[in-house]
Nanobody
Framework: QVQLVESGGGLVQPGGSLRLSCVASGTILSINTMGWYRQAPGKERELVAVISSGGNTNYADSVKGRFTISNDNAKNTVDLQMNSLKPEDTAVYYC???????????????WGQGAQVTVSS
């Protein structure tokens, strides 16, 4: 059983910063990528940032230069440092891990429960 648990959401004023953290636990053989997605009310879930086990990163254009993703392979964690936050960053942020639990099975996606981030004055 694999669990992804997020922490660090909350309310922040425009221009402020927040840091999201996620830890994957359970029976994990290997992790290909970990990342963050977000979903605002009335909108589809979208990629925010993703990082591979080798450290390669990919960001949505809307967050480049403001958000930084990092990971710790030994601890199965991924963090998202969010700076210069804007009201349009308001959403539920979901942690994602693309991993496999056994050699019998292929890689599949696992999701956290979501963390609310609200940017408002």
């Amino acid at each position: 059983q694999v669990q992804l648990v997020e922490s660090g959401g909350g309310l922040v004023q425009p221009g402020g910063s927040l840091r999201l953290s996620c830890v994957a636990s359970g029976t994990i053989l290997s992790i290909n990528t970990m990342g963050w997605y977000r979903q605002a009310p009335g909108k589809e879930r979208e990629l925010v940032a993703v990082i591979s086990s080798g450290g390669n990163t990919n960001y949505a254009d809307s967050v480049k230069g403001r958000f930084t993703i990092s990971n710790d392979n030994a601890k199965n964690t991924v963090d998202l440092q969010m700076n210069s936050l804007k009201p349009e960053d308001t959403a539920v942020y979901y942690c994602n891990a693309h991993l496999r639990v056994h050699t019998y099975f292929g890689y599949r996606d696992y999701w956290g429960q979501g963390a609310q981030v609200t940017v408002s004055s």
